[in-house]
């Protein structure tokens, strides 16, 4: 009996041991987790029944009640052109997932989803729900209210980060998508038509789609989803390999939840396959492991860091081939190669036929588009070409320019609407830049949105923000501060441009 109850002393002593541990490491090292190594002490701290896959009788209360408490309702003010009274051409492509649209003229509304990711307030949700955004207000499922602020967008893959002053939320556990197969039961969470917390069901019905939906200019009237033709060269900066589902999506869907039976976090709805804006059979969700890198990178670099292979390609079919008089009709047909990327390092050259990426077939670009987009610059791929009849593998080094910093900070409740009028994100100066630009302190743009105060002054990457309202600025702590401090609606911002010229610009922000 001794021996049975030191055993039991041990065992107690040991788990006590082990989430002490974890504690410690929470509180040390939180500022560099990514939000998947934050979700792993979260649960390890909080451990929960595990949620069986339905595989006989088919059951998602579980799955539902572990997600819908971190699906949130976001409502969106932003300011319209006088005069403009044409629907952005995004969101007519999105099929007015966007949301409702109120007040054509001046300010307007509209609504969107997110999903809560991290306990301290970051929440992913679609770029074109808060691309306009001045004031963003996020409602929890349990009806609590709070202004958010943009941490940072990636268009190219329409996704957005964006946060809340808050702690110990419930959060949506990050799943991998790549696991995801076709046939498998999953729900769509979000707030469709204004409706909180809705709960839909369906299976996965295709994998890797591109429709070409995202960064397209040419939208045309009958196209449901926007340009689908793939009609001359690719370039890989807009990003699609949507997971596609017949769960139910529909307006205000957009940033909300596509989960297993697990109830893990598999994709972001984005876009739905529509001619009347409605709900007509399929929706299209961005895949979790795509979003992963975006969001980590937004995060902590204001900016997605972005590997290139360095070629421009074309998708291969008989139609195709016969015009590019090659015998090859499946694969990437490489018409361009960047002078001095990664594929004319490694030795790749126009006209070769890309057909596999890491030993696994190539037959659309978004084969090689996801797996480049989950990966970070320095990092190397294996590329399989076709050329002269052969096959020939070549190791790849994907070559990108926005330098390792130091992560965003949390902004506060008061300064969220004003922080997003600006429509940038900031990195604090390096050791480096503040040497070029002989300054203490500072901090660097690494985006801008369009139609924003920084884009309508042409304020570029790059630049510095030295001061505002007089104000010395050397992190985003301290412009949430002085950002909050405006005399007469008046925002003096001063700084440097990238070739170190001065600056003093005086915006309007009431």
């Known amino acids: 009996m001794k021996k049975f109850g030191l055993t039991l002393l041990t065992a107690f002593i040991g788990g006590a041991m082990a989430l002490g541990t974890y504690k410690v490491i929470e509180n040390k090292y939180a500022d560099n987790m990514t939000f998947e190594q934050k979700q792993k002490v979260y649960f390890t701290s909080n451990p929960s029944a595990p949620i069986t896959s339905s595989a006989g009788e088919v059951d998602f209360t579980q799955a539902a009640a572990a997600v819908t408490p971190a699906v949130v309702y976001i409502r969106v003010t932003y300011q319209n052109d006088a005069g403009d009274d044409k629907q952005s051409e995004l969101q007519q492509m999105f099929g007015n997932m966007f949301g409702q649209q109120m007040r054509p003229q001046g300010v307007e509304q509209a609504s969107g989803s997110g999903v809560i990711i991290s306990p301290d307030g970051y929440i992913v949700t679609n770029n074109h729900v808060v691309e306009k955004a001045d004031k963003i207000t996020v409602n929890t499922n349990d009806h609590r209210t709070f202004q958010a602020k943009v941490i940072g967008t990636d268009p190219n893959t329409d996704l957005a980060l964006i946060k809340i002053s808050a702690t110990d939320l419930p959060i949506v556990k990050l799943g991998n998508s790549d696991d ?57 900066k807009s990003i699609e390999s949507f997971i596609q589902t017949d769960a139910a999506i529909n307006p205000g869907n957009s940033g909300g939840a596509l989960v297993n039976t697990k109830g893990e976090l598999i994709g972001i709805n984005s876009a739905i396959a529509s001619q009347t804006g409605s709900y007509e059979g399929y929706g299209f969700a961005i895949p979790i492991n795509l979003a992963k890198k975006v969001l980590n990178d937004i995060e902590r670099y204001g900016a997605v860091k972005r590997g290139f292979v360095g070629v421009s390609f074309t998708e291969l079919n008989p139609d195709v081939a016969e015009q590019l008089k090659t015998s090859v009709t499946n694969g990437l047909y490489v018409r361009d190669i960047v002078p001095g990327g ?142 909050t401090n405006t005399r007469n609606g008046l925002l003096v911002i001063s700084g440097l441009y990238p070739d170190g010229t001065a600056f003093s610009n005086t915006f309007q922000v009431q």
């Open 342 to 483: 990664g594929a004319q390092e490694a030795g790749i050259k126009a006209g070769d036929v890309i057909v596999k990426v890491e030993n696994t077939p190539v037959y659309e670009s978004s084969d090689l588009q996801e797996r480049v987009g989950e990966l970070q610059p320095g990092d190397k791929i294996h590329l399989t070409v076709l050329r002269d009849g052969s096959e020939k593998t070549f190791t790849v080094t994907l070559k990108g320019d926005l330098p390792a910093a130091t992560r965003t900070a949390a902004v506060t409740k008061s300064a969220a609407e004003l922080f997003n009028k600006l429509g940038a994100s900031f990195m604090p100066v390096s050791k480096e830049q503040k040497a070029k630009f002989h300054i203490q302190s500072g901090v660097v743009v690494t985006q801008v949105r369009p139609g924003r105060l920084f884009d309508d002054t042409e304020i570029p990457v790059g630049s510095v923000i030295t001061s505002i309202n007089r104000h010395a600025i050397a992190n985003i702590a301290d412009m949430d501060n002085a950002i």
């Open 180 to 236: 995801a197969k076709v046939g498998e039961w999953v729900l769509a969470v979000g707030n469709p038509f204004n409706l909180t917390s809705t709960v839909t069901a369906g299976i996965v019905s295709a994998k890797g789609r591109n429709i070409g939906i995202i960064g397209s200019e040419d939208n045309q009237d009958q196209n449901p989803f926007g340009r689908t033709s793939n009609d001359g060269p690719r370039t890989n």
